[in-house]
């Protein structure tokens, strides 16, 4: 019989056994049943006010200016993929805050979860793959309305672009999914929203370029996962790429991505041994 | 069933800490601490396959922990433990397949229908959608929920919210049910019902392990049985022997006015085996309790109220966590 006598606790596995991830389809797909009706209109109606009013009323004045705006033909191709990638992490900030303390706090899910053959690594990874999914489907509607308004230089920018906005989004899961796990109460997703999602939509070269900032904003702005976010998907849809910084991009977002989904295991971790 | 101690003080290991052959659930030197906090002190355990066993102790005694611990959701932080033969260290996805586990609280979806709530867990556990879907079927006809089966879970009592979790418990057909607290909060109905389903369980031979703080529960369900108190394990044995050794064969209740009964139990003392003074009465734990109660008649005490009653697990239970005054 098989039997242990450590004295410390031994920790569990950290990687998901992709079987087990597989199994919560059922249950994610439930979930998306009962609120894709909620999304779909204004998965449409969102990104077309933002291009209309941004790209296109506010764009008209910005260019008779005769802004420099790092390279981009005009206002609304300057700011369409800074939207898109923005957007991106804000679909990532509603997937993996509420949801999550929801899963934990008032329908118990997490718990309810684990005590089956999943494992920690499992639910976390099945629910940041849904999170990456609804990103996927979200900025790709997005994609698809911005493309009448003619700013997309190549098929293929918008191929790759497209990838590149689930991941500036993915860099954010993990973190957000860390946080929503560690806090108790709702009150912590207001400070997380005035402090970290707000500044950083408005100030990380979505809207302006960053050299607009005093050096040492637009050194934090260098720093943050959303401009890194926002560039790379510039790059590729203006077919602008640098490819030595494209390659730091993307690499910055990997590793957040990665990152934060590591954090994200170990807080679950903790939250449910208690 | 093998022999083991009846009584002792937070048990010591078996001998060499052999392992009784075909345990589903075997623990020595158990521990779990949180932090600087224990809150299980190093116990051993022993369920047998088909047995009922249950964990009985108050709030804090380390119950919840144990079950924890057992369910293969919350590593020990020290001593042995295997269940179903498998270490749940190493082995915790393989174990918890073989278990049904009804926690303390609800963990139901509120927002899916009472057989999706069933069919979406069977998932989890690997089970075909349309296998999923019979056994669905099956369960809500054993705890009576059939005509429920479209409902929201959030318009369920709570009686019929347990019977799911318990129905939800069963989809993978376990080896082993957990039942944490399976009726606290329930209204008398609810747990008879509640309990008529978990003895016909029992009566198919399912290996239950409960805990509670209800005696009644407790005598209701469980063919063998530890007291837990501060983390220890501090008495075991059926719910017959339990009582037959930490009480009396009878109990007489004596109801005086109120504020009297602690002086008056110093007058009583030598009347009974042992006087456990509770704020309306005081119990007299002896063997013969109309001859008890016709002494305390003689000394010119008049109760306002006499009942001479059998010995329960509870009495066990005020004797062993610890409140009585005069022994």
């Given at each position: 019989m098989a039997t242990s006598t450590t004295p410390v606790p031994v920790r569990q596995r950290l990687l998901p056994d992709w079987g087990m991830v597989a199994r919560q389809r059922v249950y994610w797909t439930t979930v998306y049943q009962r609120t894709w009706k909620g999304s779909v209109i204004t998965s449409f109606v969102v990104p077309l006010l933002y291009v209309v009013a941004m790209g296109v009323l506010l764009g008209g004045f910005v260019d008779r200016g005769g802004a420099d705006l790092e390279g981009a033909p005009s206002y609304l191709a300057f700011v369409a993929p800074g939207l898109a990638a923005a957007h991106a992490m804000q679909i990532a900030a509603g997937e993996t805050t509420w949801p999550v303390m929801g899963c934990l706090k008032w329908h118990r899910t997490y718990y309810a979860m684990v005590a089956t053959p999943l494992a920690v690594p499992d639910v976390v990874t099945a629910h940041l793959a849904f999170a990456g999914c609804r990103i996927a489907l979200t900025t790709g509607v997005f994609l698809l309305v911005m493309a009448p308004f003619g700013v997309f230089a190549t098929v293929w920018g918008v191929l790759l672009a497209w990838p590149v906005l689930v991941l500036t989004g993915l860099a954010f899961c993990g973190l957000f999914f860390a946080y929503s796990a560690t806090i108790r109460s709702e009150s912590g997703f207001a400070l997380i929203y005035r402090l970290l999602v707000i500044p950083l939509f408005l100030f990380s070269g979505a809207f302006f370029p960053i050299s607009n900032l005093s050096p040492t904003l637009e050194a934090i702005a260098r720093l943050t996962p959303l401009w890194h976010g926002v560039d790379l998907t510039r790059m590729l849809l203006l077919d602008t790429v640098r490819p030595g910084l494209a390659l730091v991009h993307l690499t910055y977002l990997v590793v957040l991505a990665v990152g934060g989904w590591v954090l994200a295991v170990w807080r679950l971790d903790k939250r449910l041994e208690v | 069933m093998t022999s083991r101690p009846t009584s002792g003080v937070r048990s010591e290991p078996l001998p060499g800490g052999e392992e009784q052959a075909g345990s589903l659930i075997h623990a020595r030197g158990l521990r779990k601490s949180y932090g600087d906090f224990e809150a299980v002190h190093g116990i051993d355990l022993d369920v047998q396959p088909g047995e009922s066993f249950g964990f009985l102790g108050p709030n804090g005694a380390g119950k919840s922990s144990t079950m924890r611990m057992i369910a293969a959701v919350s590593p020990p932080s020290a001593g042995s433990l295997s269940i179903l033969g498998l270490d749940p260290r190493t082995h915790g996805p393989q174990i918890r397949a073989r278990l049904g586990v009804c926690p303390q609280e609800d963990t139901l979806d509120l927002e899916l229908n009472i057989r999706d709530n069933l069919v979406v867990y069977a998932s989890y556990f690997g089970i075909r959608k349309a296998e999923a879907g019979r056994r669905a079927d099956e369960l809500l006809d054993f705890v009576q929920l059939t005509d429920k089966a479209k409902a929201k879970v959030v318009d369920l009592s709570g009686g019929m919210k347990r019977r799911l979790t318990i129905a939800r418990s069963l989809i993978n057909d376990p080896d082993l049910l957990l039942l944490d607290e399976p009726t606290t909060g329930l209204d008398p109905q609810a747990r008879h019902l509640l309990w008529d389903r978990l003895f016909r369980l029992k009566q198919q031979g399912k290996t239950l392990v409960v805990t509670t703080h209800y005696m009644d529960e407790a005598e209701q369900l469980c063919d063998r049985l530890v007291v837990m108190d501060g983390g220890d394990i501090v008495a075991q044995g059926s719910p017959l022997a339990l009582i037959r050794e930490h009480s009396t064969r009878e109990v007489a209740e004596l109801r005086f006015a109120v504020g009297e009964h602690a002086a008056l139990a110093e007058r009583v003392a030598?009347?009974?085996?042992r006087v456990e003074v509770l704020p309306d009465r005081l119990l007299l734990y002896t063997h013969d309790g109309e001859q008890t109660l016709a002494r305390v008649h003689e000394r010119g005490l008049q109760p306002v109220a006499v009942l001479v009653r059998r010995s329960t697990l509870e009495d066990v239970f005020l004797r062993l966590t610890g409140r009585t005054l005069v022994d």
């Open positions: - | 030598d009347l009974a085996d």
